[in-house]
């Protein structure tokens, strides 16, 4: 059978640095592989390039071959194929989204045969099928993270594109929404397209099957197939990353709780006729670490805003303490890309940070190498670097200005299973060391039950409606 997908020697470039090493791989029609590594390792490059977006300052070569047709991958040619040979879910669904449209109609713009009315139809029945009956016609800013990745899922899917490339399909996902997405991309295997998943989910790769890749520092270091590889690693990176687990982690001491920094009382939510939450009483105390659990959209994202004061509870009320300036409430945001100044390379944003509230530069250069985060990386902007390096540059960012509350939204939902240990460590230790108050969202069990004592604050079944920062 021949490949639908061959990637021949590719190579990506940034200025003095080579990013990516003569990846090589081939899929054929009604195959899947996934390519399974830590966050920077050049997973979400090899897509780009395939796809020919690379971003401004990059260069490839090597040879793409789609459907016996082969292109030089600095080629251009390969825009023409875009939606109906190749489409591509990018790792970011709030910059892959239209603002200015709503859900049903960023998918029925998907569908190639012309038909207004029964595009509409049809991404509404996708749209359902994906949970989000109630939401098909909102604009993105009043979808949760895991709503958007959803509609961005099944706006890529709706051109029937023969080659699929999705990455970071379950990123912010519930367990059960997680299911539904590999379930659906096993369908789409079935159907004899060819599958591409970038991923850092163990678990994912696992379910999906087929072939997996295991990459790091910009090359493929083990591939075939899931089983063999997963069963019986030869890899030393492949063997730590399956060893990294978050059940695996070892058990935490509580810290001792001080005085209450936040307390909200008798809180509520509501959306129209929707309610995301209501009666809802919680207190945070100095040192203390909470959960909030719940299915995707079922608020969690708002109570942090609303203890933050980024948004208005429709009931209740939230008391501070009054000797807190607002910089020392913090938040570590779901999408990272929404925290950074877009235009700026990060050496300028965290300078400005410096200056602004009169730091020393020590505690950056000691936080960097904790989270393996190279220092040439500062003179790149935001979409420059990958989204776990961005993830794991807000958390230091964050911690630069010694806050007394962090609400840590999805923390680690970009990074691999390494790199998430790693994050979660310094996140603990340095919110610890400082009597610091940390409520997290998590959608992993095993991460949440590592962090916090006790129970997590649970919310209700999925509702239509959630706001997102």
Same mark, same amino acid.
């Given at each position: 059978?021949?490949? +639908?997908?061959?990637?021949?020697?590719?190579?990506?470039?940034?200025? !003095?640095?080579?990013?990516? /090493? !003569?990846?090589?791989?081939?899929?054929?029609?009604?195959?899947?592989?996934?390519?399974?590594?830590?966050?920077?390792?050049?997973?979400?490059? *090899?897509?780009?390039?395939?796809?020919?977006?690379?971003?401004?300052?990059? #260069?490839? =070569?090597?040879?793409?071959?789609?459907?016996?047709?082969?292109?030089? +991958?600095?080629?251009?040619?390969?825009?023409?194929?875009?939606?109906?040979?190749?489409?591509?879910?990018?790792?970011?669904?709030?910059?892959?989204?239209?603002?200015?449209?709503?859900?049903?109609?960023?998918?029925?713009?998907?569908?190639?045969?012309?038909?207004?009315?029964?595009?509409?139809?049809?991404?509404?029945?996708?749209?359902?099928?994906?949970?989000?009956?109630?939401?098909?016609? /909102?604009?993105?800013?009043?979808?949760?993270? $895991?709503?958007?990745?959803?509609?961005?899922?099944?706006?890529?899917?709706?051109?029937?594109?023969?080659?699929?490339?999705?990455?970071?399909? #379950? %990123?912010?996902?519930?367990?059960?929404?997680?299911? =539904?997405?590999?379930?659906?991309? %096993?369908?789409?295997?079935?159907?004899?397209?060819?599958?591409?998943?970038?991923?850092?989910?163990?678990?994912?790769?696992?379910?999906?099957?087929?072939?997996?890749?295991?990459? *790091?520092? $910009?090359?493929?270091?083990?591939?075939?197939?899931?089983?063999?590889?997963?069963? +019986?690693?030869?890899? =030393?990176?492949?063997? %730590?990353?399956?060893?990294?687990?978050? %059940?695996?982690?070892?058990?935490?001491?509580?810290?001792?709780?001080?005085? #209450?920094?936040?307390?909200?009382?008798?809180?509520?939510?509501?959306?129209?006729?929707?309610?995301?939450?209501?009666?809802?009483? @919680?207190?945070?105390?100095?040192?203390?670490?909470?959960?909030?659990?719940?299915?995707?959209?079922? !608020?969690?994202?708002?109570?942090?805003?609303?203890?933050?004061?980024?948004?208005?509870?429709?009931?209740?009320?939230?008391?501070?303490?009054?000797?807190?300036?607002?910089?020392?409430?913090?938040?570590?945001?779901?999408?990272?890309?929404?925290?950074?100044?877009?235009?700026?390379?990060?050496?300028?944003?965290?300078?400005?940070? @410096?200056?602004? /509230?009169?730091? !020393?530069?020590?505690?950056?250069?000691?936080?960097?190498?904790?989270?393996?985060?190279?220092?040439?990386?500062?003179?790149?902007?935001? =979409?420059?670097?990958?989204?776990?390096?961005?993830?794991?540059?807000?958390?230091?960012?964050?911690?630069?200005?010694?806050?007394?509350?962090?609400?840590?939204?999805?923390?680690?939902?970009?990074?691999?299973?390494?790199?998430?240990?790693?994050?979660?460590?310094?996140?603990?230790?340095?919110?610890?060391?400082?009597?610091?108050?940390?409520?997290?969202?998590?959608?992993?069990?095993?991460?949440?039950?590592?962090?916090?004592? $006790?129970?997590?604050?649970?919310?209700?079944?999925?509702?239509?409606?959630?706001?997102?920062?």
């Amino acid at each position: 059978m021949t490949a +639908a997908l061959v990637v021949s020697n590719l190579t990506i470039n940034a200025p !003095g640095l080579r990013l990516v /090493h !003569g990846a090589s791989f081939a899929i054929e029609p009604g195959e899947s592989l996934t390519i399974l590594g830590e966050t920077g390792s050049g997973k979400s490059l *090899l897509s780009q390039a395939i796809m020919g977006t690379l971003p401004h300052g990059l #260069t490839a =070569d090597g040879e793409i071959t789609i459907d016996d047709v082969s292109t030089r +991958a600095a080629s251009v040619d390969r825009r023409r194929l875009w939606g109906r040979v190749l489409a591509l879910l990018p790792q970011e669904p709030w910059l892959a989204l239209d603002p200015t449209m709503r859900s049903v109609d960023q998918v029925a713009e998907g569908f190639l045969d012309g038909r207004r009315r029964l595009a509409r139809l049809r991404s509404l029945d996708d749209l359902r099928a994906l949970g989000l009956q109630g939401s098909e016609h /909102h604009y993105p800013f009043r979808l949760s993270g $895991g709503m958007a990745q959803r509609v961005a899922i099944a706006a890529t899917m709706a051109g029937g594109a023969p080659i699929l490339i999705v990455d970071e399909p #379950t %990123k912010g996902l519930d367990a059960a929404l997680r299911d =539904d997405v590999v379930a659906l991309l %096993k369908t789409v295997v079935a159907s004899g397209r060819t599958l591409l998943t970038i991923t850092h989910d163990v678990a994912v790769a696992r379910a999906l099957g087929g072939q997996l890749a295991i990459m *790091l520092e $910009g090359e493929i270091v083990e591939q075939g197939s899931m089983e063999a590889v997963l069963q +019986a690693p030869r890899h =030393d990176y492949t063997r %730590k990353l399956l060893a990294a687990e978050p %059940k695996a982690w070892p058990a935490r001491t509580s810290a001792a709780a001080g005085r #209450t920094i936040l307390a909200g009382k008798g809180l509520a939510k509501r959306y129209g006729d929707r309610t995301l939450f209501e009666r809802l009483d @919680i207190t945070v105390r100095a040192g203390e670490r909470l959960a909030v659990a719940g299915p995707s959209g079922s !608020g969690k994202t708002t109570v942090g805003d609303i203890l933050l004061g980024l948004t208005a509870p429709s009931e209740g009320v939230v008391e501070r303490a009054a000797d807190l300036l607002p910089i020392r409430l913090q938040k570590l945001y779901q999408d990272p890309v929404a925290a950074f100044p877009p235009r700026v390379t990060l050496r300028q944003a965290f300078a400005d940070l @410096i200056a602004r /509230h009169r730091m !020393g530069q020590s505690e950056l250069e000691r936080m960097m190498p904790r989270l393996r985060l190279n220092e040439r990386l500062l003179d790149r902007r935001p =979409d420059q670097v990958s989204g776990g390096e961005l993830q794991r540059f807000a958390l230091v960012r964050l911690l630069l200005v010694q806050p007394a509350f962090i609400f840590a939204d999805e923390p680690t939902s970009r990074l691999d299973l390494i790199s998430q240990k790693e994050t979660i460590d310094l996140l603990v230790e340095e919110s610890t060391k400082h009597g610091c108050a940390l409520l997290l969202v998590t959608h992993d069990a095993a991460i949440a039950s590592n962090i916090v004592s $006790g129970l997590p604050i649970t919310l209700g079944q999925e509702l239509d409606e959630a706001v997102a920062t």
